[in-house]
């Protein structure tokens, strides 16, 4: 019996090899009918023997390409038209756009073949790519994604491109940066001044020849430029860190192989699939007994952020046994460059070479950032291979702009059932990376064609974003940063009933205008109440004191011991800078001393007690190396307070005295920063069982910076579900401020939901 099917088909189906998959499909089950690409997706027409075109159906949804999402699939029957012949329409062009656009992916395993074949034409192009890889998100500047809507418009196809281009049986059919050395962009080395270099014939041999000679080389790749040099030369990777002004926060590396990664890293099989796999990200792992890299890259740390090749260039540059520092091409603080004459001006003075292409990025996109926690990822920085794919949502909700917080900015825009989180923009502190967010948003609600009826904001009236988004002519609704975060995990998991949120991070602005950020929350996508939070820490001297560690820890010791401590055998006390009376002093008076409860302060104030640091120069640092003091030390619990009440108050006074009493005993800081670990797990999880006592509660949803910290993460989530509660931990989007955005949205599309 003969059946004709219609299908309707959504999810990431453009610009991923979904039709020639459909049309070869169809052929080989000798079906007739259609493929086009709609606005909203892929439409397709089947018609032929019952039997083949169920089979279709079926594998239509098990084997489409490896790019394709397919988030929905309807079908409906429809009257036989007797077509014989399966063929590829032109798109057609709707009023809404629903198309999902794909991250940039990686270099394919085919392509990489053909890259090192010298019968191939493209052997040795920087720019192969096909349907299953290559450059997306980055070169897009509008939609429908095809060539003339991208920055390789400015290269028209040769005959050969061309045909491939054209032919629905090739791996290149519709793979809008097709390219070959006949027709496409190349690469071009300057020197130092940005004028061209005398080429040799090999350029990426001569480039990976400067590179091992010492040279600092600024190579232009997929999203941005990266700052490389040799990892195992000392000289060149301080260079690179003094010309940087990037003191002590770690760089990326990227190994030439698997090998050269397993020569210095400890690997287990997940952290392997994510390194070899289409994202790419940089992965954080610990090192090895074999690791021998250049003191500089990681200083102290027992881990190091370690990439494989993901671009042709990379494969082409980096031999196999081959480790480059690949740290983002800016200097500190600064957005990374994607503009070539923006690259040459402000890395000039870094870089000794540039390695440039003619390829315009339209969108710049940083690597992405992650670690492996329990078998899955764990996201710190969600950016290249991730964004614009959007996170799926449990319900539908209504077009919302969310604005996120000031540091690690991300966006999000909501349509549906889905939520579009921008790649990673950066510190809004700093003007470029605030226009390139202002550009970033108008270009998301472009692509995605989303008009939203809301704008969600952090309720810290300095931050640009929230600056950003009450100059908007849209209604506004001011969030909680506490609740904002543990709705992202809410978020995550389509979990909509109220949970302990454990809320961890530095700083937070609270609604009772204090700096919160130690936050026990009953928090739905609604609403929340702070059922307890740590006892509030007075910052001696304001924002100063987040800098400048030394400064809680003085403010502490003073509360415990008035100045009775200076005179004994304290690490700290020896390297008081003068004039901590004054500020004492000061500080006791409550001038410039506001009050913060964030446990980002209690890891500084700890480093500072143990000696480990007293000034940062990068967010976070303090309790970095707080908890590479812990390793490999088993902590004991150290007496703390809970005071009973609504809200609870956790008080950590009691351990630091604790600490300074055996710091005077002569232990170790290694033993004391374990101990720190160990009992802030512990007060955690007591914290979080009183609450579940009263409340009746049993899901635990855990977000915010501090859970970075891998030490307490894995403390805490073996002791709560020793407790048998339930624990959240997100795993798509980051703890971090990266992550705000997605709980913020959330928050204001259920109130306009609640409104109707
Ligand atoms: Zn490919
Ligand atoms: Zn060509």
Redesign the pocket.
């Known amino acids: 019996m003969l059946k004709r099917f219609n299908i309707r088909v959504t999810g990431i189906v453009q610009g991923v090899g979904f039709r020639p998959f459909v049309f070869n499909l169809a052929r080989s089950l000798a079906l007739g009918g259609w493929v086009w690409n709609t606005s909203a997706g892929v439409e397709i027409e089947v018609e032929g023997q019952t039997e083949q075109v169920n089979s279709f159906y079926r594998r239509l949804q098990g084997e489409f390409p490896p790019l394709a999402r397919l988030d929905s699939v309807e079908f409906s029957e429809r009257p036989l038209q007797g077509e014989r012949k399966f063929v590829i329409r032109p798109s057609s062009s709707g009023e809404m756009r629903t198309v999902l656009i794909s991250p940039d ?1 990686a ?6 073949r ?1 890259l090192l074949d010298s019968r191939d034409r493209h052997f040795r192009y920087p720019f ?7 450059p997306r998100y980055s070169i897009i500047k509008d939609v429908p994604y095809d060539r003339a809507s991208t920055t390789m418009a400015e290269f028209p196809m040769c005959l050969d491109c061309q045909t491939e281009y054209n032919n629905p049986a090739d ?2 059919f519709h ?1 809008q940066p097709n390219a070959c050395p006949v027709c496409g962009p190349s690469y071009r080395l300057l020197d130092k001044t940005g004028e061209p270099m005398e080429e040799q014939a090999d350029l990426f041999g001569q480039v990976r020849q400067l590179i091992q000679a010492g040279a600092i080389v600024a190579i232009k790749g997929i999203g941005g430029y990266h700052l490389a040099c040799d990892a195992f030369n000392g000289f060149a990777v301080d260079n690179l860190r003094r010309r940087k002004v990037r003191e002590d926060k770690p760089f990326a590396v990227m190994g030439g192989s698997m090998a050269a990664v397993r020569q210095m890293c400890l690997v287990n099989q997940t952290e392997s699939e994510w390194l070899t796999g289409t994202v790419r990200p940089i992965v954080l792992l610990i090192k090895g007994t074999g690791y021998c890299l250049a003191s500089g890259i990681a200083p102290g740390s027992s881990c190091i952020g370690v990439m494989l090749p993901y671009a042709p260039v990379h494969w082409l540059l980096l031999q196999p046994d081959d480790v480059w520092v690949m740290t983002s091409g800016n200097r500190s603080d600064e957005p990374i460059a994607y503009e070539d004459a923006d690259a040459k001006e402000r890395l000039f003075g870094i870089a000794d070479y540039f390695l440039v292409h003619n390829r315009m990025i339209y969108r710049r996109v940083d690597d992405s950032v992650l670690r492996v926690v329990k078998d899955k990822p764990y996201m710190l920085r969600r950016s290249r291979g991730f964004a614009p794919a959007p996170v799926a949502l449990a319900g539908e909700y209504p077009c919302v702009l969310a604005v996120g917080g000031e540091l690690k900015n991300t966006f999000c825009l909501t349509r549906g059932r889905q939520a579009f989180l921008s790649a990673h923009i950066g510190d809004l502190e700093n003007l470029a990376t605030y226009q390139s967010y202002c550009q970033s948003i108008a270009h998301y609600q472009k692509l995605f064609d989303i008009r939203p009826e809301m704008v969600a904001y952090d309720l810290h009236p300095d931050y640009l974003a929230t600056k950003y988004a009450l100059s908007l002519e849209l209604p506004g609704i001011g969030v909680q940063h506490h609740h904002a975060h543990i709705v992202s995990v809410l978020a995550e998991y389509g979990i909509n009933e109220p949970v302990i949120g454990v809320a961890l991070d530095g700083t937070g602005y609270g609604t009772d205008g204090n700096l919160w950020g130690g936050e026990f929350l009953l928090a739905d996508c609604r609403q929340f109440v702070r059922l307890g939070h740590c006892r509030y820490l007075h910052l001696p001297g304001g924002e100063k004191a987040i800098r400048e560690p030394w400064r809680l820890a003085v403010w502490l010791l003073y509360e415990l011991y008035g100045k009775e401590f200076v005179r004994w055998q304290l690490p700290l006390a020896g390297r008081l800078p003068t004039g901590w009376e004054l500020l004492v002093s000061a500080t006791a008076q409550g001038i410039n001393a506001p009050l913060s409860s964030g446990v980002g302060r209690l890891f500084d104030a700890a480093a500072a007690l143990l000696g480990l640091r007293s000034v940062i120069h990068y967010e976070g640092q303090a309790a970095v190396e707080l908890e590479q003091a812990a390793e490999r030390q088993a902590g004991t619990v150290l007496p703390y307070d809970i005071q009973e009440g609504q809200p609870k108050i956790l008080d950590f006074r009691p351990v630091f005295a604790a600490m300074v009493e055996k710091l005077r005993q002569g232990k170790s800081s290694g033993e004391l920063a374990a101990a720190f670990h160990t009992t802030l797990a512990a007060a955690v999880v007591d914290m979080v069982g009183r609450i579940s006592r009263d409340t009746g509660i049993r899901r635990v949803a855990l977000s915010g910076g501090v859970w970075q910290n891998m030490t307490l993460l894995n403390q805490v989530i073996r002791m709560l579900q020793q407790n048998k509660l339930m624990v959240y931990i997100h795993r798509q989007v980051p703890s971090n401020d990266g992550g705000l955005a997605l709980g913020q949205a959330i928050i204001a599309g259920e109130k306009i939901k609640e409104s109707r």
């Open positions: 992916v270099t394919c395993p085919d392509c990489r053909e192969i790519n096909c349907t299953h890889c290559g791996r290149r793979a």
